[in-house]
């Protein structure tokens, strides 16, 4: 079965915006799975650790038919293959990929939660994904990414 998944990417470190490029190319090339569409790219401040560089971030949709926890490994064996390493919680990146939102599906467990468990307080992420998706619905709230946007300050 194809699921269509939304994506938040970022990227503060080097060439962010090769860097995301190349996230999307990788992602697109992942088995069953293709992209569907893309946000344009947005330079935001750091949020949780303020004192790094800036970051370019941007939203996709794409559509698989890997399920939530084949697709996050998948993701973070992309991260790491892209140059991504451990550090601080927050701290700069080469890349980060979360998985924001897939369809109504609700879950927590040890590894993933869905939809992402603060996407709902995030500009970074909300914008991005509004300009693709607005009428995509939270499935814990009912409000669309729109009203979720438009509930956030100067958005």
């Not at 939304?6 to 860097?19: F, P, Q, T, V």
């Not at 697109?28 to 947005?42: G, K, M, Y």
């Not at 949709?61 to 490994?73: M, Q, R, W």
Request: hydrophobic fraction near 45%.
């Amino acid at each position: 079965m194809v699921t269509s998944v939304y994506l938040s990417l970022g990227s503060n470190l080097g060439d962010r915006a090769e860097h995301l490029r190349r996230a999307l190319e990788t992602v697109e090339a992942l088995p069953d799975t293709r992209l569907v569409a893309q946000s344009s790219i947005h330079e935001t401040a750091p949020w949780g650790v303020t004192d790094q560089p800036s970051f370019l971030n941007m939203a996709a949709e794409i559509e698989t038919a890997l399920g939530p926890l084949e697709l996050l490994n998948a993701v973070k064996t992309l991260e790491s293959s892209l140059g991504r390493t451990p550090g601080p919680h927050w701290g700069p990146r080469v890349i980060d990929i979360d998985i924001v939102l897939w369809q109504d599906t609700v879950m927590e467990t040890d590894a993933l939660t869905l939809p992402h468990p603060r996407f709902r307080d995030r500009a970074f992420v909300l914008l991005p994904l509004r300009e693709i998706a607005p009428n995509a619905v939270d499935p814990v709230t009912g409000r669309t990414v729109a009203e979720l946007a438009a509930a956030l300050d100067g958005c």
